[in-house]
């Protein structure tokens, strides 16, 4: 099992970044497809980007070219980089993982291992 705490949210304005961490203990992260998901309030928890086993990275259409996920391997660690955020974007962010196999890895239930969350506002 990997166990995953999340850490760097907080409040900024529109158009600043914040880049929020994933840290994992227990198995590494290089095992699993890393996942980041968010939830606004009243709204259903939907996908943000994802990063397969590979390295390799893709991207919810709402944040192709503003968010970037990478990898830090030595520290066990995922992040994304949150760029030119938006009001939009406020939500509580997730990181998630699983050993499975999918086509996408876009559904949360397809992710068997979630952090906490870690809140993020974007104010105007």
């Known amino acids: 099992q990997v166990q995953l705490v999340e850490s760097g949210g907080g409040l900024v304005q529109a158009g600043e970044s914040l880049r929020l961490s994933c840290a994992a203990s227990g198995r590494t992260v290089t095992n699993y497809v890393m996942g980041w998901f968010r939830q606004a309030p009243g709204k259903e928890r939907e996908f943000v980007a994802n990063?397969?086993?590979?390295?390799?990275?893709y991207y919810a259409d709402s944040v192709e070219g503003r968010f970037t996920v990478s990898r830090d391997n030595s520290k066990n660690t995922v992040y994304l980089q949150m760029n030119s955020l938006k009001p939009e974007d406020t939500a509580d962010y997730y990181c998630?993982?699983?050993?499975?196999?999918?086509?996408?890895?876009?559904?949360?239930?397809?992710?068997?291992?979630w952090g906490q969350g870690t809140q993020v506002t974007v104010s105007t």
């Open positions: 990063m397969r086993r590979s390295g390799a990275v």
């Open positions: 998630a993982a699983t050993g499975k196999f999918y086509r996408l890895y876009h559904l949360p239930d397809e992710y068997d291992y």
